[in-house]
């Protein structure tokens, strides 16, 4: 019935197909014992009653032989072909279970496995043969043992049962599946139950990443509202401030700097709408090399202040890639302030290096900014690139989603790797033109 378990014939089966080859056999035998019996007979004895009534006893036999003959041949055609529709069915059986992706196994009265489809093996590192005579609870996470108990109590008593658990892959890390059972009812007794599991975990994967854009999108939405909302106030704000500086006064100073500061509100707003909805980016063919001098030249000043010294290894030929400039230098801005934030108390060395790469496919440049300040936990490192995700006080936890999703939209790939206590590596890959 299953894979590891071929069952013959049933043994009635095999009764019923003898019983019917001896009737056949009978026949033919009581045939030929008339023919040979009789013919002998007839030609030595003259016509008259005796020879009429053994002529009527033959042809009796005959007919009796050849309609056993003719009914057991029927008989064994029809067993035949009943045969052949089993075994279809018992083959379509098992190739449904054998094909199928989601655990299937059958478990018996007394809960031990009796057999297993080759899926446990990719889904809980077991080999099918392993798992017979084992009892079905081992492989479930002890924390939903009680729960399983009680549901194997109500299966058993003919009702099929649903649930989300977790079972123990054969390495010990947990899985969680979606577990239904379902009764083996024969002759109106639970003979067992099928177990089916479905692995969630590439679900659950793309359930989170859902939810990880649907935060994004959220993310972006909030911040085009903040920002439209502090401009309006700013262009009012900056009207003033000039209408004030017209007329000359003792204040002149501090209105140049009111004026200034609010110019870099009004460009980090206006940056934050264009993140937070983002244009389409104006992208030009530019060389990649132009770009890391002047961020390097822009963060400078923070990096003195930090102790931090900036190195820069540029290859020798230019890397032109399709981008928007200043949207590359954005991110190289976010990434290296990140750096200089994670050293700010010891200081350090930052290096940036650019490297152009032929591939198959297509030809990149990769850009690697690599610190040795403290490097990233683990922990951490899993959610650093999710919206308002951030360590620091002051921190909006904005930085690198926003890099990532410029990256992503100029067809490259930003990864960042980390090693606690040797510093932090940000890969940016960009396809040359
Ligand atoms: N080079 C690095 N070294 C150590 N930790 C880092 C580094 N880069 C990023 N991180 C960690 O990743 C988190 C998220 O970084 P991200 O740039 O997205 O936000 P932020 O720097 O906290 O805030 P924002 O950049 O928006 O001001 C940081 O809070 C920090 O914990
Ligand atoms: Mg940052």
Redesign the pocket.
């Known amino acids: 019935m299953f894979p590891h378990r071929r069952t013959a014939a049933p043994r009635s089966n095999r009764l019923r197909s003898s019983r019917l080859s001896t009737a056949v056999l009978v026949c033919l035998a009581l045939g030929l014992a008339a023919l040979v019996v009789t013919i002998p007979l007839l030609s030595t004895l003259r016509m008259g009653p005796l020879r009429m009534d053994l002529l009527r006893l033959l042809a009796l036999i005959v007919t009796f032989a050849l309609l056993i003959l003719f009914w057991s041949l029927t008989e064994r055609k029809l067993w035949k072909r009943q045969q052949a529709a089993i075994q279809t069915s018992e083959q379509r059986y098992r190739s449904l279970v054998d094909n199928n992706e989601d655990i299937v196994l059958f478990v018996d009265t007394k809960g031990l496995i009796q057999s297993a489809n080759p899926s446990v093996e990719t889904i809980l590192g077991y080999a099918p043969e392993a798992l017979l005579q084992t009892p079905y609870w081992m492989l479930i996470d002890p924390a939903h043992h009680a729960d399983s108990h009680h549901r194997y109590l109500r299966v058993m008593q003919g009702e099929s049962q649903n649930v989300f658990l977790t079972l123990l892959h054969r390495n010990g890390s947990k899985v969680e599946v979606h577990e239904k059972k379902i009764p083996a009812i024969v002759n109106d007794v639970v003979t067992g139950f099928f177990v089916i599991v479905r692995d969630r975990t590439a679900q659950r994967a793309a359930e989170e990443l859902l939810i990880k854009s649907e935060r994004l999108s959220a993310a972006g939405d909030l911040a085009a509202g903040i920002a439209h909302e502090i401009r309006n106030p700013l262009t009012a704000l900056k009207g003033f401030v000039q209408l004030m500086q017209s007329s000359r006064s003792e204040y002149d100073q501090y209105l140049t700097i009111m004026t200034d500061e609010l110019n870099r509100i009004d460009t980090i707003v206006s940056e934050l709408l264009v993140f937070a909805k983002p244009a389409e980016p104006h992208l030009v063919r530019h060389d990649l090399r132009r770009v890391v001098p002047e961020v390097v030249e822009l963060l400078s000043p923070q990096s003195v202040l930090g102790g931090v010294t900036l190195q820069t290894t540029l290859p020798d030929d230019a890397a032109d890639v399709i981008c928007d400039p200043n949207r590359i230098k954005q991110v190289m801005v976010?990434v290296i302030?990140?750096?200089m934030?994670?050293m700010a108390e010891d200081g350090g060395q930052i290096s940036i290096t650019m490297q152009s790469a032929a591939g198959a496919n297509r030809s990149t440049v990769t850009l690697t900014i690599c610190?040795d300040?403290?490097?990233?936990p683990e922990a951490?490192l899993a959610h650093?690139?999710e919206p308002f995700?951030?360590?620091?006080a002051a921190?909006?936890?904005?930085?690198?989603?926003v890099s990532r999703k410029i990256i992503e939209a100029h067809n490259g790939v930003l990864h960042v790797t980390?090693r606690v206590g040797e510093g932090?590596q940000v890969e940016i890959v960009l396809p040359l033109a």
């Open positions: 976010n302030k990140n750096a934030e994670a610190d300040g403290p490097g990233i951490v650093v690139g995700y951030t360590t620091k921190g909006t936890g904005l930085g690198l989603m980390s932090t």
